[in-house]
């Protein structure tokens, strides 16, 4: 993204139906894929004011929230617990800000965090097409507990799908475009 830039370029919609009769592997992995993509549609042709602008008071919940959010759960989820990385600093939270995701947002570097969601996204791809097994356990834990790949996609696909509901409501407040 150009220094220049100041609005996100709109996106052709790639989606499909995926892979119906596939197997759960392959499902899963259309699912993340597919709202992954959608993220990035939700976003596509705003400025940086635009993806900054919050629900309704007191939420701080905004279109690159969401975004900054997800990159958290993408880096936590695969690279934290899937492949059992100590060392995966939070992107946006930390001890003084733990909803740094939401609350600290900036239209100076909203266009940034975009492409680094997009940057976690293709690392988080990469790394979960190395894992066959949807019973194989992760190398890390989620407190202290082991949890298996099925439970872990599954629950990025529900992490997904809540978010996007609140995407949804969000882009049509900012600018009045709904759609799936």
């Known amino acids: 993204m150009s220094s220049e830039q100041t ?5 052709e919609d790639t989606r499909d139906h995926g892979p ?3 197997t759960v592997r ?7 894929d597919t709202y992954r993509e959608t993220v990035l549609l939700k976003v596509a042709g705003l400025d940086a004011e635009q993806l900054c602008e ?43 800000s733990r909803d740094g995701d939401f609350d600290d947002v900036s239209p100076a570097t909203a ?18 097409s190395d894992w066959d097994d949807l019973d194989a356990l992760a190398r890390g834990k989620r407190r202290g507990a082991s949890v298996n790949l ?6 990025l696909v529900e992490e997904y799908a809540r978010h996007l509901g609140h995407m949804d409501l ?9 759609g799936y």
């Open 20 to 22: 119906m009769t596939g």
């Open 150 to 155: 099925a439970w872990i996609l599954t629950h």
């Open 111 to 128: 266009l940034a965090d975009v492409a680094t969601y997009e940057r976690e996204i293709a690392d988080t791809r990469e790394i979960l």
């Open 26 to 32: 392959e499902v899963l992995d259309h699912w993340i």
């Open 7 to 11: 609005t996100l370029p709109e996106r």
């Open 54 to 96: 919050r629900a309704v008071p007191p939420s701080t919940m905004s279109l690159i929230g969401l975004v900054r959010h997800l990159t958290e759960v993408e880096a936590y989820w695969v690279r934290v617990v899937v492949e059992g990385d100590e060392d995966v600093p939070d992107y946006y939270c930390s001890e003084g």
């Open 170 to 178: 969000l882009r049509e407040r900012v600018d009045g475009r709904t």
